[in-house]
Every structure is written in C-alpha cells, then in structure tokens.
C-alpha cells in the first residue's frame, strides 16, 4: 500500500481534470458545478465518533451502485448484496422529519449568494409504476448542470453490526477517497486558559469560585459571555449557589476583563516574584513587582505619571547645564546664583526649576541644583531647624520642601527609586530615628524619555570627602573616635532597614551625605554639642550623622520568597561581596560587604581588600572565610573593629544566634553596634575629643557652601 507506484497512482488519480457534463448547454460557464468520478464521497466515513469499514460490496461498486441512465433515459435500480433495495423503500424522507439532511455535497458556488444550495426533487416510480408524491429529497446546488447522478448506500438489515474502531483508524484512513486534512478538537474544560495559580480566584475545581462578594453588573455581564462554553456539570452547581455570584473559567481573550477588577479587591498574598534564583535589577523583576503594588504607584502623594508622552527638553537640558557649569567653573559663587540658568517646568505643577549647578555627574542620572521657584523667598536654614525640632521632627519628609532642592534626571526612566525611598520612610515610621538618616524623595515627574526626581538638598558633602579632609593630616587618617560616630550612625541606619526587609544595595562612602541639622538653642542657652556623647542623641547629637541616598537599586525583601537567591550578572569589581564576584548566590550580603566597605574606608583612608582564610573555621559556604588585608593599629579597639568586619565579611557564620537561623543577622550587628556606643560614650572626651573633631568637620562644610 505504501510503494511509491502506489503514491504515483493516487496523485494520477488527483491530478485528472474534472469531467464536466454540459448536457447539451454549451453555454455552461467553466466555473460553474463539476462533476467527478468520486461524487459519490461522503463524510460518513470519517465521523466525529467511531468509525466502521465499509466493504466494497456494501458501500456499492460505481456500476453497480450509482443509477445508470440507458439510451431511453430510464435510471436503473441499485442492485446490492441485500435484496429488495429500493430508494423509495428503503432512503427515510429525513427532511419530512423536520431535520438536516446530513448529505455533503461539494458545490462550488459564489460566497456572495445567501442561499446557494436549493432543495430539488426527482420523479421516482412507485412499484405500481405510478409517480409518487413523497420523493425523496436532495442537496443540489443551484449552479449544478442537469444530469448530475446520484448514489445512495444502502441500509443493511437490522441484525448487522458494524466492526467499530477507534476515530481515524490507519487502515480507515487508506480507505478514503479523498485525504483528511481537517482536525476537529473538541474544546472541553481542560483546554481553556484557567488560572490555577491563583487561589484567591478559584477554587480547587476550576467551574467553582469562593469569591464571596457580590460582583457588579459588569462583571455578571462578562460572565455570561462564558457561558457557552463552561462545563455541563455547572447546571447541578448552579442549583446550590445563588445566580450572579459564580464566575466561570477565564479565557485568555477576557482575562482582563473579569480579573481587573478583582485585582483592586486587596493586596495580593505571598511573593510576587515566585523564582528561587533571579537577578533582583532586571528591568522585567522591577516592573512586575511595580504592576502588583498595594497601593498602587498612583496614589503615591508627588507622583506625576505621563508614561504616555515624551518631555523632550532633555537632552536639551543636559546640554545647557553642562555649558553653563563650564563657563562659571571659576565662579566664587558657591550655592552656583549665575545670572542666566536654565528653567525646568512640568505640566501638571505650576512651580518652575531654575538649574544652578551640576552636583553629579552620571553616566545616565546627572543631579543638579535647582531654586523652586515657589520657596524662592525661603529661608533655608529656618526650614531646616523647624524640621529637626521636636519628636515628630521627620514626619511627612516628603512634604518639606525649601527653596534649593536636587533634580536627579533618570535615563532610562524609571520609578524605582522613587518608589524604594518611600517604601523606606513608611515602614521605618516617623518615629523612627533612623529615618532622619534616610534621603526623602518630594516629586517624580516620569516620562517616556525622561524621569525627574526631586530631592532634598543637602549641601554638606559626603563621607568621602570627609575622609578626603583628613588626610592631608599628617596621620593621613580620620581618628578612631569620629571613624567610630559615624559606623555607629551606619549600623543603626542599615539594622532598621534589615528589620523592614529593605536592601539598599549600594553602600558606600560616596552615597553617605553628611547630616548637619541646625541646633534651636534654648532661651539664653548655649547652641554647642555637649562634650559628652550619648547613644540616645541627647545633647544635641541627634542632629548630627549620615543620611543615605540613591536607592537605585534598593530590594525589597518582602517581594521575593524567603528561599529566594539573587545573581549578578554584571562585570563585578573588588568592591563587590565575595558572593558576586565568585558567581555564587547572595542577598543580604550585598549590603553587609558595602557596610564594611564604608567603615573601611574611615578607618584607613582607601578601598576595602578582603582575603581568603579558612583556617578560622566555617564561613558564609563551603568553609570559605575572609577578611580585611589591611591591619589594624594596636592602639586601636581591635577586638571591636575585628568582629565588626568579621560579622559583615562571613555573615553566614553568625546565623545559628538569629531568628530562623539565617540572614538578616540583625543580633550579631546590634552587639557589635552596642559595644562601639559602650566605647565611643567612655572615650568620647580623650584626647581632642568627639565634640573638637564634629566642630572641625562642621567649619569645613560651612566654608565649602
């Protein structure tokens, strides 16, 4: 059956030109109905449900079979293997019945035409011999030639019962006349798009729903568009619930539809990045973890939304601020009040930006220093000093502005910055005094070109550029003591952001600004530090510290499952924790290693280098364990900046002593934190003194603003 002479007769077979019976009417037009050696093809053969072999002699040879018209023009009676076959005995008037013929016939007629099939009737001659008035009824088209022959099977007797097999046997298939290229499936329940996943939608059976709420008229009206196709069970379902409260299975074309409105119903629970392993800065990890916000990014107070338009001035900007901090490099004039700068303007606020100066210069997210126009006549020092009064002195940060702010223009755009800083300052709090430590972020202006953030101005450099200051002494670094203020400052800042599952994710010194709140001196007091520090921040040393920024690539814990593991696939350079830099997972470690970074360069005045030692014991995996290279002068607290850079260098051997033991390692910091407070407050006095070293520090700030 399968030779290739084989093959070739079938395609001879196909490939002969149709004969067309004009019947005499030479005026036929070729494209009307033709008609073949196979009319005689029918479906039946290959049904939706079983099939049956059908015998040469049953299903009737063509001389035998079809009715063959002799030189008078009279039609012959079929002949088979069972008797007493007549079409008029034995062919049942279906159409009488009031159903559809199922006869398929393959006309070709104008898709143009409604009706392009008639219902025509031949005379057929009793066993009287008389014409009979119920004649059995064909399908023919109306563009069908005169003298097209019909073919009946016959019925075979009641007794007889047809081999079944299954749909679409091999051997049935041979058999067929012409080749099936059609597939029927059929569309049940398991084939619709259904969200399993989601266990606030559906239940455990996919046509029942545990929503116990009423929907609205819209969403019962999108319901019933998917009633057709919804299982049959759902009749019986139907009967013990009442109407108007079940949803049906979600195709993929009304998924949006029925489940937008649900997803305003509440915040989604558990994680919204389901993988155990992923890169936590990936463009597509950020903006799903932005799309399943509660709340929304949208009703963020100071968020300005125009995705769907471009500002088009930036390059423009950039370009006019770069000349215009060329051209008055040389200035005296520190806070940059040139005569001619360039404006800023959005269109959902009235208030103007007038750019000073460039104080960064990224790559892709340059900072300038912007006059608001709408606190122009604001005194900036008063703002300040009415901000750090008082116990809830850091309360709506994002709310006080002044009249020199930061813009940081963002490229590519992108509010997760935005979004980290104040998810910072409301899960701290307030009361919190680590959030005065934290940058607050006013405005997000974001655009299909550009992003704009408005920031905070703070004009008192950052910690490098402290460290840079004291190294033109002649120990070439900071002393001990104001080395260890300000690690105390940066252990409480990054503890309060673990304990709200916030990564920063990009310590270091250049990121730490120096904070330098004015003092309000009591009536006929002194406005001084006390010479004496406190851990609490009395004497006025709360007003003094770091405050963090750039969250651009700030995590958020609390979006990711508790197993979950982060990789870099970034270039990583020494500055990066071990973890990135040797391909292996890593998540709080980013933060750990960038802390001792910080605290490293305080210390001695250059860049973290770790080495491997694995001789002390087990460490973060597989026995490895590091530490600094540098080493620590004698005279100072060795064993605290020890086991400082030990718990941040080998987190992973500290966290049997946490909760669950594993990271965040917020007790083994806190120890090391509480034993810096216990030294700095018993020290604070020796030598020049804690309080000599922050008034150094304070006139060099003041000078360079």
């Known amino acids: 059956m399968h030779t290739k002479a084989a093959t070739d007769d079938i395609y001879e077979i196909f490939n002969q030109p149709l004969k067309v019976a004009h019947n005499g ?8 109905y033709e008609t073949d050696d196979y009319t005689g093809y029918t479906s039946g053969a290959e049904s939706t449900g079983t099939t049956r072999n059908i015998s040469t002699s049953e299903a009737g040879d063509e001389d035998a079979v ?9 039609d012959a009676k079929s002949v088979s293997e069972w008797s007493d ?15 559809q013929d199922d006869t398929q016939a393959s006309n070709r007629f104008d898709g143009a035409d409604p009706e392009p099939s008639v219902l025509v009737s031949e005379p057929a001659e009793d066993e009287e011999g008389e014409e009979d008035d119920d004649e059995v009824l064909t399908p023919v088209s109306e563009y069908s030639l005169p003298g097209t022959r019909t073919s009946f099977i016959p019925i075979p007797p009641e007794d007889y019962v047809p081999p079944m097999r299954p749909y679409r046997d091999p051997v049935e298939v041979a058999n067929n006349r012409l080749p099936f290229m059609t597939p029927i499936t059929e569309r049940t329940e398991s084939s619709l798009d259904i969200e399993a996943g989601d266990e606030s939608v559906h239940s455990k059976t996919p046509c029942r729903r545990e929503d116990k709420t009423a929907l609205s008229e819209d969403e019962e009206e999108d319901t019933l568009d998917l009633e057709a196709l919804s299982s049959p069970l759902r009749e019986v379902v139907n009967d013990d619930l009442p109407k108007g409260r079940i949803t049906q299975p979600f195709l993929q074309k009304s998924t949006a539809s029925v489940s937008k409105p649900l997803a305003a119903k509440g915040a989604p629970k558990g994680p919204i990045i389901k993988d155990v392993q992923c890169n936590p800065m990936d463009d597509s990890v950020r903006d799903e973890i932005l799309a ?12 300005f939304d125009h995705r769907d338009e471009k500002y088009e001035k930036g390059a423009e900007i950039r370009k006019s601020s770069k000349a215009l901090s060329k051209n008055n490099r040389n200035s005296t004039d520190k806070t940059g009040n040139l005569s001619a700068s360039v404006m800023v303007q959005f269109s959902d606020t009235t208030t103007q930006y007038a750019i000073k100066k460039e104080l960064g210069a990224g790559a892709f997210a340059p900072v300038y220093l912007v006059e608001n126009s709408s606190h122009a006549g604001a005194d900036e020092d008063e703002e300040v000093a009415q901000a750090a009064m008082g116990r809830g002195a850091f309360a709506c940060a994002h709310n006080r502005r002044s009249a020199l702010e930061a813009l940081k223009m963002e490229q590519p755009p992108t509010p997760w910055e935005f979004h980290m800083m104040r998810l910072a300052h409301t899960r701290l709090g307030p009361q919190h005094r680590a959030t005065a430590s934290l940058s607050a972020a006013l405005e997000m202006h974001l655009y299909q070109d550009d992003g704009f953030l408005i920031l905070p101005y703070h004009p008192h450099g950052t910690l490098l550029d402290i460290v840079n200051l004291f190294r033109a002494d002649p120990s070439g670094v900071m002393d001990e003591q104001l080395a260890m203020f300000f690690s105390i400052e940066l252990f409480r800042t990054v503890e309060a952001l673990h304990a709200k599952q916030i990564l920063h994710g990009d310590l270091k010194a250049d990121n730490c600004l120096l904070r330098l709140d004015q003092l309000q001196a009591p009536a006929g007091g002194d406005s001084d530090l006390s010479t004496q520090w406190s851990r609490s921040g009395a004497g006025g040393w709360a007003t003094r510290g770091i405050t963090l920024i750039d969250f651009g690539r700030g995590i958020d814990m609390r ?10 696939d970034w270039k990583t350079t020494a500055q990066d924790c071990a973890e990135m ?5 890593w998540t709080w470690q980013v933060d750990y290693h960038g802390l001792a970074g910080t605290v490293h360069v305080l210390l001695f005045g250059k860049y973290i280098e770790t080495a491997r030692c694995d001789a002390g014991g087990l460490g973060t995996a597989g026995g490895r364990r590091y530490k600094i290279r540098e080493s620590l002068k004698r005279y100072w607290q060795t064993e605290i900046w020890a086991e400082c850079f030990d718990v941040l260098l080998n987190p992973g051997a500290f966290v049997e002593a946490e909760e669950g033991a594993r990271m965040p390692v917020l007790r083994s910091m806190r120890r090391v ?3 810096m407070e216990e030294c700095l407050e018993a020290s604070c006095e020796r030598g020049v003194g804690l309080r000599a070293l922050m008034g150094r520090v304070e006139a060099w700030a003041k000078a360079r603003r």
């Not at 709340?295 to 968020?303: A, C, D, K, T, V």
């Open 292 to 303: 399943n916000l509660q709340p929304p990014l949208s009703s963020y107070e100071g968020f």
């Open 85 to 99: 076959f007549t079409a008029r005995k034995h062919i049942p008037d279906v159409l009488r019945e009031g159903e």
């Open 581 to 585: 830099r040797e391909g292996r997972p």
């Open 559 to 568: 979006c990711f499952a508790p197993e979950a593991q982060f990789v870099a």
């Open 25 to 32: 009417d030479e005026s036929a037009d070729d494209d009307d």
């Open 673 to 675: 934190r509480e034993r």
């Open 66 to 74: 079809e009715n063959e018209v002799d030189e008078e023009g009279s």
